[in-house]
């Protein structure tokens, strides 16, 4: 009877896996449909334009689990068969704009932000809906548009052609989570330096759990994108490099926020490897990042403290993850409503925490959690986080996504990575 259950579980389980299979198979080829916007608006309202439509040749995202089950993000968009509007696709995502709606400056002038969403290439015609995520967690349409795989007009230009090297070969992408580098600030010469930097950022990020666990299921790849300068501007010092996408300190007048607008380029270099996620690494000693969900990570290379910013900024890009931290400096305001529960998944407004880690929380933990030493190897519920210091609650006294010192990511934050590199690998 064991030998039978066990044959039987088997056989459901494969079948299921050859679905998944086949829905990849039977709706979409392993290249890259792009959909470049612009998001244009101010604090209190937005609008989406398309720009251009692109074929990038190589598919790196998972083929299993083509709907988003995780809902995060302030922005998604879903890919419907165009006869019986099926959904076939579907990510959230964040992006800077958003970022900057929440700024002074926002509240003063308008903007435009480019943009860029990629899916796996359509075999017939589609219907794409682009949404925002509004302040009370529902959702409005911003573009909706219908896509023709063999619409003439969508651009098959050939992209730079840069050298390419898999520092860690963990098998074949479809199977893999790609974390792809490109090298911003990096003048031709010092290629050989930004591979070595890609190893060690490579090396650092398996050694802490939950990737290190989790290591067979990565590949990292560095993508020699020559800038004409070393370094990256930095406006308060009065330094400006030309350098492969334009990256720059002082993003939102924040001196440490590093990040660039220049998400086209961005995206033409790291097509030429496939992709789960992208990281710049910028060749610039100073302090800085910037992370933004399934959008790109950025951090500097020789900063003392450039393996730890790396890693948090993965946090945010790849995994979702909030800043737990309240006292720094930043530009945003109001970022979170109070009244609504956030989407993700390492803060609390206790609107909604059956969603989130009460179940890591042990019995006789008091919750609120008082930020004592008493607490701080526990998982709890700490007031403090997402930019305030009230009605914004965290899972730890300290975390990587709290302070560069944590020793890593607290309990919710891990259990969050992994059930993103499940969702994509699994």
């Known amino acids: 009877m064991k030998i039978g259950l066990i044959s039987i579980i088997s056989i459901v389980l494969l079948s299921a896996c050859l679905q998944a299979q086949t829905a990849f198979d039977r709706h979409f080829v392993e290249k890259t449909m792009r959909v470049d916007f612009i998001l244009a608006g101010n604090n209190v309202q937005q609008a989406a334009y398309l720009l251009e439509l692109k074929q990038e040749p190589l598919w790196g995202g998972g083929q299993i689990n083509l709907i988003d089950s995780l809902g ?7 890919i419907s068969d165009f006869v019986s509007m099926e959904p076939l696709y579907s990510r959230g995502f964040c992006t800077l704009f958003e970022e900057w ?4 400056e926002a509240q003063a002038v308008d903007k435009a932000f480019y943009q860029s ?34 619409d003439p007009n969508i651009s098959k230009e050939q992209l730079p052609q840069y050298d390419v090297v898999k520092v860690v070969d963990g098998g074949a ?24 930097d890609v190893k060690r950022m490579a090396a650092y990020i398996l050694s802490q759990e939950p990737y290190k666990t989790h290591r067979n299921k990565f590949n990292f790849w560095a993508v020699c994108s020559p ?6 501007d930095n406006p308060r010092g009065d330094e400006w490099r030309r350098t492969a996408v334009n990256s720059s300190f002082n993003t939102f007048y924040i001196d440490r926020y590093l990040e660039t607008a220049d998400v086209f380029s961005i995206r033409d270099i790291a097509a030429c490897a496939p992709y789960d996620h992208i990281c710049v690494l910028v060749n ?3 302090y800085g990042g910037g992370g933004i969900y399934n959008h790109f990570s950025i951090g500097t290379a020789d900063h003392p403290m450039a393996e730890q910013v790396m890693l948090h900024e993965i946090g945010h890009g790849f995994g979702g993850l909030a800043d737990e931290y309240y006292t720094s400096d930043v530009a945003y305001q109001n970022f ?13 407004t206790m609107v909604n925490f059956n969603a989130k880690w009460k179940h890591l929380i042990e ?15 526990t998982t709890g519920v700490f007031e403090g986080g997402g930019y305030v210091e009230k009605g914004v609650f965290r899972p730890a006294i300290n975390c990587r996504m709290k302070t560069n010192e944590a020793k890593g990511f607290c309990a919710a934050c891990q259990e969050a990575i992994v059930n993103m590199i499940e969702f994509l690998t699994d």
């Open 72 to 78: 995060y993000g302030e922005y998604r968009f879903t």
């Open 336 to 348: 979170f409503d109070l009244k609504v529960e956030p989407w993700q998944p390492n803060i609390t």
């Open 173 to 196: 992408s479809a199977n893999m989570i790609d974390f792809t580098f490109i090298a911003e600030g990096y003048k031709s010469e010092e290629m050989d330096k930004f591979v070595a």
């Open 227 to 232: 800038s004409d300068d070393s370094g990256t």
């Open 101 to 104: 709606r929440t700024t002074a």
């Open 117 to 150: 969403i990629t899916f796996p290439y359509p075999q017939n015609k589609v219907f794409f809906k682009l949404e925002e995520r509004k302040k009370d967690g529902t959702y409005q349409a911003l573009l909706s548009i219908a896509i023709d795989p063999e």
């Open 363 to 377: 019995e006789g933990v008091p919750v609120p959690t008082p930020s004592d030493k008493k607490y701080e190897k």
């Open 284 to 286: 610039s000693e100073k």
